[in-house]
């Protein structure tokens, strides 16, 4: 009989501890065939964060280190600084990566660390019960701005995206969402071209992930995915914000 499909080598097979509808299980996912693909999975090393994903450890079958929060990139550069012959990744989320961890991603990127940043963007603090994270949209209701986020008291969400790629230090950016099965297909082209980068010693790669909170955000898991797609891919367009390799062809 021939073998069509495999659950990938570098994803164990344990129960999730995610939500229903949670699309973190899909990005996990994207990530372990990426790494399956490239032929990398001894010698990868991932880096938790804290957040939803603070337990990704019992997921890859990776090496993986757990950062304190917002550190994962500083914990990484670590890592890749001593161990150059290894492939490094964070898998950090919007609270994590763009609240407390905001200059570790920053400097990381301005650095030009040969490290490679997945970010998951679901605009809420999904962990710890659903307040605005600084990627919450204008008026999006939240446990910490129940009336809708003011702009004018709470100011604007930053899109991290387009923030780093002003860094020179950044190889290449891009944004990309798994609200369908064709932009499924693309992230995970970003995420390979992003472990493909530092395979090949180019530098820092982001891959911002636009994702869904069904639970935080108090919608169906149908109901959240035509919501990202009515409300966030607007704010956040998808595509390339910065793509060095193309640069130099």
Known sequence: MTIVYENPKALLDVP??????????????LVAEVIDELGILDKTIGVAPVGCSVLAYKYFA?????????RAPAVGTGIKRTNSDKVVFTYQGDGDLAAI??????????????????????CIYGMTGGQMA???????????????????????????????STLDGACYVERVSVDTVPNIMKAKKAIKKAFQNQLDGKGFSMIEVLSICPTNWGLSPKESMQWLKD??????PLGIKKDKTEEVK
Not at 62 to 70: N, T
Not at 105 to 121: D, L, M, P, Q, Y
């Open 16 to 29: 999730t501890h995610y939500c229903p509808g949670c699309t973190h299980g899909v990005i996990h996912k």
């Open 62 to 70: 990776c090496d993986m280190f757990e950062a304190a929060h917002g």
């Open 101 to 122: 961890g905001t200059a570790e991603i920053v400097h990381a990127a301005a650095r030009g660390e040969n490290i490679t940043s997945i970010f998951v963007n679901n």
């Open 134 to 164: 600084p990627t919450t949209l204008p008026g999006q209701k939240t446990e910490t701005s129940p009336y809708g986020r003011d702009t004018s008291r709470e100011g604007h969400p930053i899109r991290v995206s387009e923030m780093i």
């Open 231 to 236: 409300n966030m891919i607007p704010y956040y």
